[in-house]
């Protein structure tokens, strides 16, 4: 599935990180008085904890009577139970901060949820985001951050010392890794003493399954598709053929996603399949010189014609049935706000950015990463799909071990989408997905 606008986009960073601190904590922003008091539930991602304080202290300027704080559960499993059972109870907070896609489908929505498709802002949303907040019965979300890309990070260092060029073509990047290595630098970094770094050949090559079968993502939904035929092996097969080539860092058993990034900001390894959002507030915190030196490009497929990037939508914020009267008008109100131009500047004032915003009318900043400036082409020329999970709520839990598996040699590429393909099957019947 392809963009359908050529609109300017603004970028902001989004993030897979793991939790750093405890459920319970809480902040906020200055004395409300008398006004009304909103709290939000969110994960205690340190990126996460950086955007809301940095959108509470814009939003006090605009409404200075509203007292808003923030209350963080661990991301993971064990935040996504937390959700689950303040919903379930009705004990949520006024508004919560989740995913968009195939874990808020996991909410129950329509019985959990307040509906905000009749809110003005709705229109300014792209329409990609408006499906992995929506079901037939309603809209839910309101973007608290910004698209990005799983894609291949790369070292522009590297490519011009190497005279090397962007590939657009699976042949053109191993031609590449041959010449890298050659150089005595690692070709790919990989970093598995963070497991959930390993799954990115697989979901960063989604858009090259969908430009060779566009039905792909329904298709699955349906069973009538599987990750052990083409298209959607490739992704398994090339991490297997990029560890039997040697082109992975010797210590990519135990190197963490840290390592990962140092090594491309060093110039130890050239090319880290990763997400942009990550590898964008990793840079903006730890490597601010590295901005104009950290590039992007796309997992390459079989053909240059369907060359693009496979992109993940923002979280989202939603608002729980069990927030009532006032506060709830107080909550549409702050979505709204959000939802708009002064919510994209407080968000880019917030975070390093990483990936395109999904509104209507949000401006570009002047000193982007070149990360971000790669990415802007493949957006404007309608070179974008969205990953699976915004596809399909079919999804499995044990991907990160099976993609280990294959990129340490354990397991062949093939027998990875197998296992693959009977993880999934128990999700999608828990589910109650026809054909399963």
């Not at 750093?20 to 409300?32: P, V």
């Not at 598995?192 to 993502?217: K, R």
């Not at 509104?359 to 799909?385: E, K, R």
């Amino acid at each position: 599935m392809r963009s359908q606008r050529s609109t300017r986009l603004v970028i902001a960073a989004s993030t897979l990180a793991v939790a750093l601190g405890a459920t319970g904590c809480s902040s906020g922003s200055g004395d409300g008085g008398d006004g009304t008091e909103l709290s939000i539930y969110i994960d205690s991602a340190e990126s996460s904890v950086t955007t809301f304080d940095g959108l509470i202290t814009a939003y006090k300027e605009v409404e200075p009577d509203v007292t808003i704080t923030t209350e963080t559960h661990p991301a993971g499993g064990e935040g996504d139970n937390l959700v689950k059972t303040r919903l379930a109870t009705g004990e949520m907070n006024d508004l919560f901060y989740y995913n968009s896609g195939s874990l808020f489908q996991a909410l129950n929505p329509d019985q959990t949820m307040v509906d905000l498709s009749g809110e003005d802002w709705v229109d300014s949303l792209l329409p990609d985001f408006v499906t992995t907040v929506s079901t037939d019965e309603g809209l839910y979300g309101a973007p608290a951050a910004a698209s990005f890309a799983g894609a291949m990070i790369y070292s522009k260092p590297v490519y011009e010392q190497l005279g090397l060029t962007v590939p657009t073509t699976w042949d053109e990047f191993m031609a590449n890794n041959v010449k890298i290595k050659a150089a005595g630098i690692d070709p790919i970094a990989q970093t598995y003493g963070d497991t959930w770094t390993s799954q990115l050949f697989v979901l960063g090559d989604f858009y090259n399954v969908l430009a060779d079968d566009p039905d792909w993502a329904k298709e699955f939904t349906a069973n009538e598709r599987k990750f052990a035929e083409e298209p959607a092996l490739a992704g398994f097969e090339h991490q297997q053929e990029a560890f039997d080539a040697g082109y992975f860092n010797k210590d990519f058993a135990s190197a963490t996603y840290d390592d990962g990034v140092r090594m491309l900001v060093e110039g130890t390894a050239a090319q880290y399949p990763m997400l942009t959002g990550n590898v964008a507030g990793a840079i903006g915190t730890n490597y601010p010189d590295a901005a104009d030196s950290i590039g992007v490009f796309p997992i390459p497929g079989d053909d240059a014609a369907s060359n693009g990037l496979t992109v993940w939508m923002p979280n989202a914020l939603y608002i729980p049935k069990s927030t009532e009267g006032a506060t709830l008008e107080a909550a549409k109100k702050f979505t709204a706000w959000l939802a708009s131009p002064e919510g994209c500047d407080a968000i880019a004032e917030s975070t390093t950015l990483g990936g395109p915003f999904v509104i209507d009318g949000c401006d570009l900043p002047a000193d982007v990463p070149a990360i971000v400036s790669d990415m802007q082409v493949y957006f404007d020329n309608d070179q974008t799909g969205l990953a699976l999970e915004f596809l399909s709520p079919v999804k499995g839990p044990a991907l990160e071990q099976i993609t280990v598996e294959v990129g340490s040699g354990i397991t062949s590429g093939k027998d990875g989408a197998a296992l693959y393909d009977e993880d999934v099957k128990k999700q999608a019947k828990q589910l109650g997905l026809d054909g399963w």
